[in-house]
Structure formats: structure tokens, C-alpha cells
């Protein structure tokens, strides 16, 4: 094994990775339902014990967020002994911090709010795109030409993807006078929504053959 340290910390990562999506499949729903529930409380008092398990259910996925962020942490701190590019997506993922702090310093403030937001959605992406830089590098250190193909791969899907993320952002907030151009924002929304979730199994899948690639 060439590199034990980006060996252990990209499997912490890739961990951390599946808590995180079982966690947003976990709330998105509780979300869907508790909505659904809501509406049905006043006229039925049996849908109150739903709502609440909903609600329970919520709290969990939330809590799972928790234990995912300190396993990506931990795997990045050490991976990045390997490699330097994990250092750049460790410093990327301190910096949402700084700004949600700011945020919740200054929370009765709308902009900063924004500013805070705009903040943690770049950095997310900048650090995803570090940490398959990092893996890109060291497949090219160990000749692994299939692997350096796929991490292109996956930097050119994710840079599409929130390319397509700014463009709807864009729409929705400069155009919003404008219900057509809003309409097609909302389109362009979605597409990319469903574009992100392609892209994040895409990463998954990149991650687990890293695995496999640093075993060796």
C-alpha cells in the first residue's frame, strides 16, 4: 500500500459520503410527509401521531448529519498527509463554518444570511472538487490512467452541474419580474437537481474505486 493515509481517509469520506445522502433521503421525506400530515390534523387527530413520528423521524436524519461531518472531517485531516489537495478541501469545509457563525451572529440581517449561503454552496463544491483532485493525483502517481479518467469525468459533470445551479439562480433572482423567465429558471432548477443527484452517486462511485485503487 503506497498511500495508507489517503487509503484510510478517502474510506472515512466515502462513509461519511452514504450517511449523508441516507440523511437527505431521511429529512426530504419527513419533510413530504409532515406536509401531507399537516393538513390532515385538524380534520383527523389520529394524524397527529403521524406528524409527530414524521417529525421524530426528521430529528434522526438531522442527528445522522452530525456523526457524517466528523467522519468526512476526520477523512480529509488524514488523507490529506498523502496529498495536498486534500489540505485545500479541509480548509474549504472550515470556512462554511466561519460563515454560518457570521450568519448566526448577524441573523437579523437578510443579506448576510444570503452572503452566508452563496458562501457554504461554493465551498461544498470547491472542496468536492479538491478531494477528487486529490484522488486524480494520486491515481496519476500510481499509473492508474482509468481512475485519472474518471475523476476528469466527474469534475467536468459536477462543473456542469452548478454551472446550471448559478444560471437558475441567476434567472430566479434578476428575471423575477419576468414569469416566463421564471418558469424557465424553475426548469432549469429541476434539471439541474436531478443532475446533482447524478453527480453525487457519480462521486460515490469514484470514491469506492479510489478505495479499491489505494488498497493495492
Avoid: W
Avoid at 446533482?196 to 462521486?203: D, L, M, Q, T
Amino acid at each position: 500500500m503506497t498511500f495508507p493515509n489517503a487509503y484510510k481517509g478517502v474510506k472515512k469520506i466515502f462513509i461519511a459520503e452514504i450517511l449523508t445522502i441516507i440523511a437527505v433521503v431521511i429529512m426530504t421525506v419527513s419533510g413530504v410527509v409532515a406536509l401531507a400530515l399537516l393538513q390532515l390534523i385538524q380534520q383527523d387527530e389520529g394524524a397527529a401521531g403521524g406528524a409527530l413520528a414524521s417529525l421524530i423521524t426528521f430529528i434522526l436524519g438531522t442527528c445522522l448529519t452530525i456523526p457524517a461531518f466528523i467522519i468526512y472531517l476526520v477523512g480529509i485531516l488524514q488523507a490529506k498527509k498523502d496529498e495536498q489537495h486534500f489540505y485545500y478541501a479541509f480548509v474549504f469545509v472550515i470556512l462554511p463554518i466561519i460563515a454560518s457563525v457570521f450568519a448566526a451572529i448577524f441573523s437579523q440581517y437578510e443579506l448576510v444570511q444570503n452572503i452566508a449561503e452563496i458562501v457554504r454552496n461554493i465551498c461544498e463544491v470547491i472542496a468536492m472538487i479538491m478531494i477528487i483532485g486529490g484522488i486524480k493525483e494520486l491515481a496519476a502517481k500510481l499509473n492508474s490512467e482509468q481512475m485519472v479518467s474518471s475523476a476528469n469525468t466527474a469534475l467536468r459533470i459536477i462543473s456542469g452541474v452548478y454551472i446550471l445551479l448559478i444560471i437558475a439562480r441567476v434567472i430566479e433572482f434578476v428575471f423575477d419580474f419576468l414569469p416566463a423567465m421564471v418558469t424557465f429558471g424553475g426548469i432549469v432548477a429541476l434539471a439541474a437537481g436531478v443532475l446533482n443527484v447524478i453527480a453525487h452517486v457519480y462521486y460515490l462511485v469514484l470514491l469506492g474505486r479510489s478505495i479499491k485503487m489505494l488498497k493495492e
